[in-house]
């Protein structure tokens, strides 16, 4: 929500980007197994999910899947935040 030039984020937009972040160190954590530990599984989603052989693909996958969401949602936030930075001004305020 715009506020006088500001942008003002509300509790889902919050969680959206929690969850962005969350995703994001993941995914930081699996790059970093596979430098150092020589292809060791540090992704968390598949160590909780895909543990001990339980049959529940579907709950990683859609872990996957609302962290993508996620991410397509924050691109529409970072359009929102260029376009409050760049207000144009009305015309009572440039005459």
């Avoid at 929690?18 to 930081?28: D, E, L, P, Q």
């Amino acid at each position: 929500m715009n506020n006088e030039g500001q942008l003002r984020l509300n509790w889902v937009e919050w969680i959206v980007l929690a969850v962005v972040i969350i995703g994001a160190i993941n995914w930081g954590l699996v790059g970093a197994a596979h430098f150092l530990t020589d292809g060791g599984n540090w992704n968390v989603v598949n160590l909780i999910f895909g543990a001990d052989g339980l049959d529940v693909i579907w709950l990683e996958n859609a872990v996957y899947l609302i962290v993508g969401l996620a991410g397509l949602y924050e691109v529409y936030m970072a359009y929102r935040i260029y376009t409050t930075g760049r207000r144009v001004p009305s015309r009572t305020e440039t005459a």
